[in-house]
C-alpha cells in the first residue's frame, strides 16, 4: 500500500513511523509512506497557506489553492480528511481502507480546510473520536497505525487480528503470561490445561464479560 500524508508539520509524524511495526512493512515493501509539506505548494510570496474565513470567526482556515496543488501532484488515491466533523473510526472501516492501494490524508489545522476542497476532491471525513485534537497529525498517525497492521504480511500472527478488541463485534477478554502467580493472583486453571475447546469457550466468555462492563454500547449494536 502506499500513503501519502499533507500536513503543515512533517516532523510531527516522521519519527513515529520509523519504529516497530511500521517501519518493518516499509523495509519489506509492504508499505510505502511520503510526507508532503504543505507549504511547499504555497505560490504566493510569502509561502500563506491560510487566511481569515469569510463571516468571520476566532482562527484561520487553509486555503484551497495549496491543497489543490498537492492533491493534484499525489493523484490518483482514495482521499482522506482528518475531521472532528468526520465518520468514526472503526475497525470495520479499517479493514476497508486496507484493501485500497493507495491512500492520501489531508491533515486539518486551524479552523480547518476550504469546505470546497472537500466537497470536491475528498472521498471521506473521517474522525478518531468525539474530541478536537490541535490538528490532523496525530489522528493521522493514528490511523496509519490502525490500517497498516491489517495490511495481509504486516503481522508477524495473522490470527492476531481474528482474536483481538471487535474483529468480532466484542471486546478482547483477559491475557495472562509467566509466572504463574502474580502478587498472590493466580492464572486461571482453565489456560493451564490445554483443552483447546474449553479455553476458546472461556475466553469467548470473557470477551462477552468484559464488553458488557466497559462498552455495553457494543451489544446494543449487535442485538439492533
Known amino acids: 500500500m502506499k500513503i501519502d500524508v499533507i ?5 510531527a509524524i516522521k519519527n513515529p513511523l520509523d519504529f ?5 512493512a516499509k523495509k519489506q515493501g509492504l508499505l510505502e509512506i511520503n510526507l508532503h509539506n504543505l507549504y511547499d505548494f504555497a505560490e504566493n510570496k510569502h509561502k500563506k497557506v491560510d487566511d481569515y474565513p469569510y463571516g468571520g470567526g476566532p482562527g ?11 492533491i493534484k501532484s499525489l493523484s490518483p488515491g482514495y482521499i482522506i480528511y482528518l475531521t472532528p466533523q468526520g465518520s468514526l473510526l472503526t475497525q470495520d472501516l479499517a479493514k476497508g481502507l486496507a484493501e485500497k492501494e493507495h491512500l492520501i490524508f489531508i491533515c486539518g489545522h486551524y479552523e480547518g480546510i476550504d469546505e470546497r476542497v472537500i466537497e470536491r476532491f475528498v472521498d471521506l471525513e473521517l474522525s478518531v473520536g468525539d474530541f478536537v485534537a490541535t490538528g490532523g497529525d496525530i ?9 497498516a497492521r491489517l495490511i495481509p504480511g ?8 481474528e482474536i483481538e478488541s471487535f474483529s468480532d463485534g466484542y471486546l478482547e477478554g483477559p491475557q495472562y503470561t509467566r509466572p504463574s ?3 498472590g493472583i493466580k492464572v486461571p486453571e482453565i489456560l493451564l490445561s490445554g483443552n483447546h475447546k474449553k479455553i476458546k469457550e472461556w475466553r469467548k466468555e470473557k470477551a462477552l464479560e468484559k464488553t458488557r462492563k466497559n ?3 457494543l ?3 449487535k442485538e439492533a
Do not use: K, Q, Y
Request: one cysteine or more; glycine letters at 2%; hydrophobic letters at 45%.
Open 219 to 221: 451489544l446494543e449494536i
Open 20 to 24: 516497530s511495526i511500521i517501519s518493518r
Open 60 to 70: 484561520m482556515v487553509i486555503r484551497p489553492e495549496p491543497l489543490h496543488l498537492a
Open 215 to 217: 462498552r455495553p454500547d
Open 7 to 11: 500536513t503543515l508539520f512533517p516532523e
Open 154 to 161: 504486516v503481522l508477524g500472527n495473522p490470527e492476531s487480528i
Open 181 to 183: 502467580e502474580f502478587e
Open 139 to 147: 489522528p493521522c498517525l493514528l490511523v496509519i497505525d490502525v490500517v
